[in-house]
């Protein structure tokens, strides 16, 4: 399990995928708001004049020394939902994350943000 005390440590580290195929530089992590547990993180990816944000859960992710391992392709990554380097994610936005890779959303009882960045 990962400890959401650690997520601090996890920026700049290298985002790979389960083959080890590094998909960019993980810049944030998102926490489920109803457990404060890490459920998104954001990776920095494209060229460097031309990066931007993607979004990948880190649900059976596993921590190494200096990268995070996620359980998505770099493919399926890569096509995920995205926000500009120096962007918020918008509330109307999450649902867009969680149904890209397949996952069930919902949000607080009084419409509650999902995600809350850390």
Do not use: C
């Amino acid at each position: 399990m990962i400890r959401s005390a650690d997520i601090r440590e996890w920026r700049d580290h290298d985002v790979v995928d389960p083959k080890q195929h590094k998909i960019g530089m993980l810049e944030a992590v998102y926490v489920d708001t109803t457990t404060d547990e890490p459920a998104v993180a954001t990776v920095r990816t494209g060229l460097p004049t031309r990066q931007r944000l993607v979004f990948v859960p880190l649900d059976e992710a596993v921590l190494g020394p200096d990268y995070v391992k996620v359980s998505y392709t770099k493919g399926q990554v890569r096509d995920a939902p995205s926000i500009g380097t120096d962007d918020v994610l918008p509330a109307e936005q999450e649902e867009a994350i969680f149904r890209h890779y397949g996952m069930a959303y919902q949000p607080g009882a009084n419409g509650e943000r999902k995600l809350a960045r850390r």
